[in-house]
């Protein structure tokens, strides 16, 4: 009987027990959807938020994503054409640069793609987001806000005070500036605003299909936003299996 080629020795960096325990766990994880899956896609993604990911996990099961440290993902998929756990798969690795998830699925590809390319939601943007246009409050009362939430405003660093218990704006006032990165204090003002700048989006960056091998996707950055978001902020898998 021929040797599985997800019984290849793992080689991880050196890390406490706890630690190698979850890359091993992941490495194996990637291994059994490869043998599961007819297809694995790369993709890249702006503004991500973990609520809004989980909504997309649910909605594409029983396919399955991973999103994690790209170098354990390549370790299970084998980092060369010696180390693949499937023909060209090491390609797929060399595509995993900057934020990157996966997306292991039996869909045929017309129905991923045209998914990735529609799919879009708005979100609140973070600190670090650079706005495309500028935003300002003119003086004068705020009635979407609470009485109690105003002495919050003024740490935010709006000119505000209650004028007969309702929040007033003393003077105009600039939330955001076009093409500035947003400060913390902007991006919870425009929360509160309810203003959603940013657009969480998943790009496709390549496929491996067994059998057909590797395709590389044309990926069109025309976005000028920045997403300074942690990794560790982002869930490593969502699955309960």
């Not at 194996?28 to 694995?40: A, H, L």
């Not at 939601?121 to 495309?132: D, L, T």
């Not at 405003?153 to 003393?170: H, Y």
């Amino acid at each position: 009987m021929p040797k599985s080629k997800r019984d290849k020795k793992i080689s991880l960096t050196k890390t406490d027990k706890k630690g190698l325990a979850l890359k091993q766990k992941i490495v194996e994880d990637i291994r059994n959807c490869v043998e599961k899956y007819k297809s694995i896609y790369v993709f890249t993604y702006r503004n991500m938020r973990n609520e809004t990911m989980k909504s997309v996990r649910e909605e594409w099961k029983p396919s399955r994503f991973f999103i994690g440290k790209n170098r354990v993902i390549a370790i299970g998929f084998g980092r060369t054409a010696e180390e693949e756990v499937g023909e060209d798969l090491h390609k797929l690795s060399s595509c995993l640069k900057n934020q990157c998830g996966l997306l292991f699925t039996d869909c045929k590809k017309k129905e991923v793609v045209e998914w990735f390319k529609d799919y879009s939601v708005q979100e609140f943007a973070r600190s670090g987001f650079i706005p495309k246009s500028t935003i300002k409050l003119e003086a004068g009362p705020l009635k979407q806000f609470s009485h109690a939430i105003e002495p919050y405003l003024r740490q935010l660093g709006l000119p505000t005070k209650l004028d007969k218990g309702v929040v007033t704006l003393l003077k105009d006032f600039e939330v955001c500036t076009k093409g500035k990165s947003l400060t913390p204090e902007q991006a919870k003002i425009l929360e509160l605003l309810e203003h959603k700048l940013a657009t969480f989006k998943l790009i496709l960056k390549a496929k491996w299909t067994k059998g057909k091998g590797f395709e590389k996707f044309k990926v069109e950055d025309d976005e000028d936003e920045e997403d300074n978001e942690d990794e560790a902020d982002v869930e490593m898998d969502g699955d309960d299996n």
